[in-house]
């Protein structure tokens, strides 16, 4: 007899056999205890996950000698001619290779004769959203209303390519992904059948190269074996693979965290000159970050992650160094490289470049952190005596926070403290009274502190009256109290016109001041603790009366 690949071989052949699709299979078999079997099925699903196998299996079930059976014997004719694939009554059809209209009328005109020697015709047609329109179209009529000996299961890996006339007369299963655990166990299965010696490790890796598809996995076990013969090593496995050693990806990992870029770059050295390809190593790198994050955060990550007890360790050992969001921030920096490593030509030198990024990645602070040290921050420049303490409902304020509160001034507001108050400020008095917002944006802020503001006007403008009025005073202490959490004195002074020689002297004199205050600015404590908190820079320093 020929040689029957494993995919062929190890062909599930009952319902029972049929790995991960329970769900499916059951619904099939309680269809035919009950004599609800339908006309027409779409299975639908990624490759390998068992679409033809169902079908075959379910044609068999329908047309057994011993049936219709849920479990069909795979001893008669008909199981055997199904499974051997040369019934007459079960016809497979390629969609690819019969996309045409005039395929589908000839499908029509042999539809309408009786099955040779089966109870059902069964029309198999993979790949059917292959198929042109107007062969859908033709083929609409004889999906609705088949004849009683006619049964069609079509399957597909794209549905949304597929007519909704056509799904709508169809019964549609979706098979998912089969599991890792399931990959594992068949394979198991086989190797101990054909005497294989390899290791539990070795199989995991080929489980989870074939990313959910049974055949692939299967397909990759059998080249393997060509590869290595009846014995084979993990190293072997990944050779063929072409998956990095894991005493690599902990070495990288581990020098990422210390951020040595030395290091780093000297690991993707030794990777690029062992000979792997580098956008395949690039996944192998990008799964050890999301790895670490597993550990970091899963109280099971032997669940989704396949390493041994003591890869298990070190990995808890790394991401005891490392926060998640920091793993997280990693993460995305390499994953961003992705669309430039397929396309480039020179991928040694961008994941070179992306790794460097990543060693210079500055840590980020948590969310709530953050949102404490601005009211932290808030309160001290408005004068407040705030604490280190979070409000209800905030995380612990760490002792770093608490150490710059103890540090930071208590006197007022910064010059960039006082434009944001007084704009502030400006729009309440523009909501309440909008004639007197306008007068004070003529005025001159003189002076801003948690207990005064004071307004300088020229004596003799029509301004110093109107803005002086008892009833605008109310409103300018009414909104300075909503504004700084306090009474407030409003207080109205005399402030030189334009032409006054004090501006002009004050414009002379101004390079100077400026100079001055660009020097307080940045040594004031205030300033460094921000600056040093949030990663900043001074950019620019603005003079405000």
């Not at 990806?249 to 000159?273: M, N, T």
């Not at 669309?339 to 030509?345: A, G, H, K, L, N």
Request: proline share 5%; aromatic share 6%; net charge negative.
């Amino acid at each position: 007899m020929s040689y029957l690949v494993f995919a062929r071989k190890w062909r599930p052949q009952t319902f029972e056999e049929v790995v991960d699709q329970k769900h499916i299979a059951q619904t099939l078999q309680n269809a035919i205890r009950s004599n609800r079997v339908a006309h027409a099925f779409l299975f639908t699903g990624e490759r390998g996950v068992g679409k033809t196998s169902v079908a075959r299996i379910l044609a068999k079930a329908l047309n057994c000698a011993e049936g219709p059976t849920p479990s069909p014997c795979n001893r008669c004719q008909s199981c055997i001619e199904i499974t051997k694939g040369i019934s007459m009554d079960v016809l497979e059809i390629d969609g690819a290779s019969n996309t045409g209209v005039d395929d589908i009328r000839e499908l029509r005109e042999k539809i309408r004769y009786v099955p040779v020697s089966s109870r059902y015709k069964v029309y198999i047609i993979d790949e059917v959203h292959m198929l042109s329109t107007s062969a859908f179209n033709a083929l609409l009529k004889t999906l609705e209303e088949p004849p009683p000996h006619a049964i069609f299961i079509l399957a597909t890996t794209e549905p949304h390519k597929i007519p909704d006339t056509i799904l709508s007369r169809c019964q549609r299963f979706d098979f998912k992904r089969i599991s890792l655990p399931g990959i594992m166990d068949n394979l198991k299965k086989i190797v101990s059948d054909e005497k294989i010696e390899i290791s539990e490790r070795a199989l995991f890796l080929i489980a989870q190269a074939a990313e959910g598809s049974m055949r692939d996995a299967q397909s990759i076990l059998e080249r393997i074996i060509s590869y290595a013969g009846e014995k084979v090593s993990e190293e072997q496995v990944r050779e063929v693979l072409g998956v990095l050693d894991q005493r690599l990806l902990s070495e990288f990992s581990s020098a990422l965290i210390e951020r040595d870029d030395k290091k780093c770059l000297d690991v993707i050295d030794r990777i690029y000159a062992s000979g792997y390809d580098l956008k395949q190593a690039y996944y192998s790198l990008l799964e050890q970050v999301r790895n670490l994050l597993i550990v970091k955060i899963s109280p099971d990550p032997s669940r989704l992650i396949g390493l041994s007890d003591a890869g298990f360790s070190e990995l808890r050992e790394q991401s005891d160094k490392i926060s998640a969001e920091e793993i997280q921030g990693l993460f995305k920096l390499l994953l961003q490289s992705e669309e430039e490593m397929q396309r480039s030509p020179f991928p040694k030198l961008i994941l070179e470049m992306t790794i460097l990024r990543m060693v210079q990645l500055r840590p980020s602070l948590p969310l709530d952190e953050i949102i404490t040290k601005l009211r932290i921050l808030e309160g001290r420049l408005l004068g407040e005596n705030v604490q280190g303490t979070p409000a209800p409902g905030d995380s612990v304020v760490s002792e770093d926070i608490q150490s710059i509160t103890k540090e930071l001034p208590s006197s007022p507001p910064s010059s960039e403290g006082k434009e944001e108050i007084w704009r502030r400020f400006l729009e309440e008095v523009q909501r309440k009274k909008a004639s007197l917002a306008s007068m004070l944006e003529q005025a001159t802020l003189l002076t801003l502190t948690p207990e005064k503001i004071e307004i300088g006007i020229n004596q003799d403008s029509f301004l110093w009256e109107k803005i002086g009025e008892k009833e605008s005073l109310a409103i300018l202490k009414d909104t300075g109290r909503g504004i700084l959490k306090r009474d407030v004195e409003i207080k109205i002074s005399h402030y030189p016109s334009v032409t006054d020689g004090s501006v002009s002297r004050k414009t002379n004199n101004h390079k100077e001041q400026l100079k001055k205050a660009q020097e307080e600015a940045i040594n004031n404590p205030a300033v460094k603790d921000i600056l040093e908190t949030f990663g900043g820079k001074i950019v620019d320093v603005k003079i405000t009366q």
